[in-house]
């Protein structure tokens, strides 16, 4: 019977897992964040980790679990068990995301039945005494037990902490706990007459099955004297000399199969030590082994509360998975500000620095380069003469001009080539030309107003690559600051050449074109 019941546990298992296959559950995380599934005995709490003075948000309001069970139930005694039948119906707690609680009720019918002759038993009564007398002392135990069992457990799942998946899909677990049992144990020791049975020792030989039908041939089944039993415990005992009620200890093992949020199947082993040797009516060799129960059920679990206010369960949520998603997308964490390295303290990250070793407070353009306002070769930082025509250059180590006639330097025109003229930066994808970019370019046209011979080279800059796209907004930043000198500041719109080239996409720079 054992290993036929053990297939059977191997072929439901089987079978969950085909099913759960074919669920395809998608994970579904919790959102330590969310304070709306948050009770408000809990709230100060989570208040305080969201505002970053605690490292741990408070635990969510979950939903309770209702189950029903069904299966096979039976009684492992000295007298060898015919397959029975449990049902019950269960409510679960989460105590944690590893550890619940379970109240539960399960009924159940078990009988039994001996194939050969044993000493007749003398307990409390001896229901046997006129079997015995007709066979020299010697009985076929047998027994029919009915079966209320009232139990709290504690569940500890073994599969919601996962270190590489999100969500459990499979719930493996243990339990432990507490039953007391109500047992209603008869057999049937008597025939319809009243009178014992007597056996032929002959029909007792041979085949198993011929041994079954013989008995069955005798026996009228109907189990209408009390069982056998070891007597009270304290104050419990015999209800109308009829019931037992025993304490037991529970102890088993099962896996649930989560096919939604709302609802998942089970199967379970549940073992119950009621620490009784007359549950069967017969006690073992010296009256020391001790019955148990035997269960094992295929669950129907039900998820109950409003989902807008509670979680699943704890033990269908993996806790890791907020702090793994939180280390790939920050949301809550403070993060430091960049801290960008900029050798030559000049404004401009090494990054972008095309001069990386300008001397500190130097000057420089937007490419960190030192400036050079007259272009004589001195950068402004040791140019002690910042405008040095052409006329009286090249110039000496400090930038001023060798002009025979000092003079020479004062009311002349520079040259366009000499002409400095700045760069026009843009954010993002923007072509609008603000008030940061106006008063830039009012200076660029006054420059052009006092040298009407210079032409401008006006150039955009498309990107490192020159992406198509970056081309485009490149060309039409460029349009944009011809169009204000043009229609704005009265500069011709001849003197200007456009280009696009590749380079840093926020600027357009503007120069002398002859």
């Not at 189950?67 to 105590?95: C, E, M, Y």
């Not at 039993?229 to 529970?250: E, F, P, T, V, Y």
């Not at 937007?366 to 306002?373: C, S």
């Not at 200007?496 to 080239?501: C, R």
Request: charged share 20%.
């Amino acid at each position: 019977m054992a290993s036929k019941k053990y297939l059977l546990l191997a072929g439901a298992v089987g079978l969950l897992s085909a099913s759960s296959s074919f669920a395809q559950v998608q994970p579904t995380g919790y959102d330590a964040l969310d304070s709306s599934k948050v009770s408000s005995k809990r709230m100060v709490q989570q208040n305080n980790f969201t505002n970053h003075q605690s490292n741990f948000p408070a635990k969510p309001r979950d939903m309770w679990e209702l189950g029903f069970s069904g299966g096979l139930h039976l009684l492992d005694g000295t007298v060898p068990a015919q397959p029975g039948f449990g049902g019950g119906i269960s409510l679960r707690k989460a105590l944690g995301h590893t550890f619940s609680l379970r109240a539960e009720y399960i009924g159940s019918i078990d009988k039994g039945q001996d194939y050969k002759m044993r000493p007749s038993v003398i307990a409390n009564g001896n229901p046997w005494a006129k079997t015995a007398a007709a066979n020299g002392g010697m009985i076929i135990p047998n027994y029919k037990s009915q079966n209320h069992q009232l139990s709290l457990d504690v569940l500890a799942s073994l599969s919601n902490i996962l270190f590489y998946r999100a969500e459990p899909k499979v719930n493996w677990y243990l339990l432990a706990g507490y039953s007391i049992v109500a047992a209603d144990v008869d057999v049937d020791a008597l025939d319809a007459s009243g009178n014992g049975y007597q056996y032929d020792p002959s029909r007792l030989t041979g085949k198993r099955s011929d041994i079954k039908d013989y008995i069955k041939s005798v026996q009228d089944k109907k189990y209408e004297q009390n069982a056998p039993s070891q007597g009270n415990r304290i104050s419990i005992g015999r209800k109308d000399d009829n019931q037992l009620l025993r304490h037991a200890l529970d102890l088993g093992t099962g896996v649930a199969f989560k096919v939604s949020k709302r609802f998942n199947i089970g199967l379970e082993e549940k073992i119950t030590m009621p620490f009784d040797a007359y549950l069967d009516g017969v006690p073992g060799p010296g009256g020391a082994s001790k019955d148990f129960y035997s269960y094992t059920s295929l669950r129907l679990n039900f998820n109950l509360g409003n989902p807008a206010k509670r979680v699943q369960p704890l033990w269908w949520i993996n806790p890791l998975e907020y702090a793994y998603s939180e280390l790939s997308n920050p949301r809550h964490m403070k993060l430091p500000d960049p801290v960008l390295p900029d050798a030559d303290g000049d404004g401009v990250t090494d990054q972008f620095d095309r001069e990386p070793n300008t001397p500190a407070g130097a000057p420089v353009d937007v490419h960190g380069v030192a400036k050079d306002t007259d272009g004589d070769g001195v950068p402004d930082y040791k140019d002690k003469q910042l405008i040095t025509p052409t006329y009286c250059q090249p110039v000496d180590a400090d930038g001023v001009g060798k002009c025979p006639d000092p003079e020479c330097c004062k009311n002349i025109a520079p040259a366009c080539s000499s002409i400095v003229l700045p760069s026009v930066s843009f954010k993002g994808s923007s072509t609008k030309i603000g008030n940061d970019q106006q008063a830039i370019l009012s200076s660029v046209a006054a420059t052009l107003k006092t040298n009407p011979s210079c032409n401008v080279l006006v150039t955009g800059h498309a990107g490192a690559k020159g992406k198509k796209g970056g081309v485009d907004l490149s060309s039409r930043r460029v349009d944009a600051v011809i169009d204000y000198l043009a229609d704005q500041q009265g500069i011709d719109r001849g003197r200007f050449i456009k280009q696009n080239t590749p380079g840093e996409s926020g600027t357009v720079d503007l120069a002398p074109a002859n």
